[in-house]
């Protein structure tokens, strides 16, 4: 191997042994740590964090990677590399980058005001008050359009937040498919509510925490999640977090409302998991070795949740094991009224509770609304109205308050500007790969209804998983699918599922 | 604050957040790490060992040093320096020295002994072969008479690796009084020997693992251990470990032939945890805030499991509940029978099973035998028939096989010289502080009779955690008890508490 490539290749093996070592810090905070130690496990982290940034961003690093020709578009000029090792400058490159090109004392201002903003948020958001969090907001806004200039990638000033979560991905392309997605679930919401809600009593009924936990655990094991390679704990909220090459871990929580919320979680979570799970030896610890982007990894978690987890087949599989584990609250619950009553559709004020129809057009809403103002066409003192008309336009719903509105997530106080597209990206991403993957395996849902969920994975490991981010997710999209990424499969695989669960 | 004190502070902290993190990393690699993660651990301790010591070892660490007149005398010549910085100051150059000394060829090769020492150790303790173990022992003993020279601390050759982990005891010193105690012990066992065995038959019967751990967690309450800032947990061996000023972690395991001897890890290890839990805020987080030596917390340990949890006040308060929790398997025995066969004394061949009275016979054995060889007047070959005579003089009993005799313990294999020593020394100075504090807490017995050990532990506190390693254990023996270290405490304790137990 090229000296360069092999220098460069050690500084990477420790900055993901780093990070893999903050990822343990960060679970063990969250599932297990005495209460008391919550507070000096913030310096643990933050020395980590500054160990990693120190290597990242060495003069030394900045050298091996000009003596390797490396660019945004991965070495192409240098021709004794393999594709590998071009896409592994390429991802070096953009980190190092990302790191490098801000001055420190714009990297510190930032910090502070999204330390800052996060407290002011949990107190406007707690009296309700939006004017209190409107100065932190234009702040963050301000340093952030700094930052974009810096980081300089793409034609928009949002391009570079957007690249950040999602590489190669433009606002350009973004506006185009969301626009179209936009009118289609906007339509969809309307026919479901025209047709009348589904059975949803049964919900309410008594389903125990332990019952909870017992299921959870059997259909963790029945998607092949593989426990010597990793864990399931309990958080107050739920989350995967790779440790190392055989050790992704995945929480939930119970006790929700929702008595299968927990275990939606449980399948989520091992979505992304099994994705992190599933890299090839060849990059298995190495720079290559994550999601290629939020997008993609969000679109492993949605299949599995979504359109596995909430499908006919497979509770036509599970559906006899959920009622011996609930006993009366779902014995006189047949399997289609289970089925619908899981699918339920009905608009909500709040994102993280929304279902799968119009989850969608709440990323849409605050992507609209976090463009507008980046780009200055729309001012801080005007988004509590914007929001509340745009909710009115999406879903036919007004917020009751600003903290059940405008105020509801983190993302922005905390500086978090071109993040929530991968949320719905995911979604995307998800339908139109598993709309080849039906293809590929046409009994695909007999495999789903015998439990074989080894023949789906199988499908995601070979042309999605095993490949880390060695492609972009539009490079994996047409390479898999032979078509850039394309909101219609979306819209076909909805408008097909709630047509049959709301007789549409 | 002195500008040089400070920047050795700073580089201070870090060295304990990384110590700190590489404690979770082992902790977790312990107790809960999916089995395919293992190998991977490895690497990631073995990097936050190479950072820690490439900061520890910065020239600018020996600039910050000399300018601070550091030296094995705390800085003496500084008149500056407050008693803590001085303090501080002696113990980060004891670690610096350690650490910057020993050439890296020297570090490197001894790392690969040690690595082929324990796995040719393994093989050989498995095949009963000690001729297969005598040549990598003698590559350990050669370099580790060389690494001696080099770390150069006291007039012997071994001093050096005592002082590691006693700081300032020394070979001279230890002879003294271990050929006190080896006097005092042999003829102790003889007595007890002669006055016949103690019922023991009760520990053979049912104790099921779970109400094990839920009598132990009862004791672990009990004993105040404080569960916000601590964890109790499962592992293979028992170990405390510190992951922060407020995260003590320690683990027992279930399932052993003794039925107690769960809770006597506990009782042990909350010893240790209690030490670590109770430095001042002033030092806390600093590098002051470790245990003193060895030998000082392993005092604490066996204090709170032998001296404590062994003793009859404690099973006065603690029989009823025992008996409750175990129903028929304690119904018909009595509280004197119960004391009498959890304290037991039987000669047996293996260290880690030895009761309190012929452990440190244990101990002194390995302490004579690894001291002639590193002086070189017993030769590696005529190691094993060393070990049968000495276990013969010192216990009476002869090893029925290398494997149970000259091979039981890892120690020598990894070069862990002088490390045996503080296994008895804890007993030692155990009970000399012991003795202190029955004199200053004069109804010492009936505050454990009564299950308020927050009496011994603020006395523990006061007199010996607080400080840390600000000063040396053997400071510490003389300003709380006002004498040096002292084995004849030890056997006085002993003298009673065993001429009570077999009426001798």
Known sequence: MNTAMKELKKVGR????LMNTAALLGWDQETLIPEKAIPERAEQLALMEGISHAKLTDPKVGDLLDKLGADEKSSSGNENLSDEDRAYIRVFYRNYHRASCLPSDLVEEMARASSLGQSVWVQARKENDFGKFAPALEKILGLNREA???????DHPYDSFLDEYEPGMRKAELDVTFGALKEDLKSLVKRIKDAGQVEMGFLKRDYPEELQEKFGNYIL??????????????????????????????????????PFSSLFSIIHEAG?????????????GNILAEGTSLGLHESQSRTWENMIGRSLPFWEKYYPEAQKTYG???????????????????????????DEVTYSLHVILRYELETALFEGTLSVNDLPAAWNAKMEELLGIRPDSDANGVLQDVHWSVGLLGYFP???????????????????????????????????????????????????????????????????????????????????
Chains 1, 2 share one sequence.
Request: with cysteine; hydrophobic share 35%; proline share 3%.
């Open 14 to 17: 420790e900055l993901t042994l």
């Open 148 to 154: 974009g200039r810096l980081i300089n990638v793409g």
């Open 221 to 258: 094991k029945e998607l092949a999640y593989p426990l010597d390679r990793g864990r399931l704990d309990v958080s107050t909220h739920p989350f995967t977090t790779t440790l190392g090459n055989h050790d992704v871990r995945i929480t939930t929580r119970y006790g929700e409302p929702n």
């Open 272 to 284: 992304h998991g099994l994705y992190e799970l599933g890299f090839s030896d060849e990059i298995a």
């Open 328 to 354: 009366n609250a779902l014995s006189d619950i047949s399997l289609e009224t289970f089925y619908k009553g899981i699918n339920a559709v009905k608009p909500s004020l709040i994102r993280v509770d929304a």
């Open 422 to 504: 991968t949320y719905a990206l995911g979604n995307l991403y998800g339908a139109q790969f598993m709309d080849k993957a039906y293809k590929d395996v046409p009994d695909l849902d007999d495999q789903v209804r015998k439990g074989n969920h080894a023949v789906l994975l199988e499908w995601l490991r070979e042309n999605i998983h095993k490949h880390g981010s060695a492609f972009t997710a539009s490079e994996l999209c047409v390479n898999v699918t032979g078509k850039p990424l394309d909101a219609s499969y979306f819209t076909q695989y909805l408008n097909k599922k709630y047509g049959e669960v709301y007789g549409l």
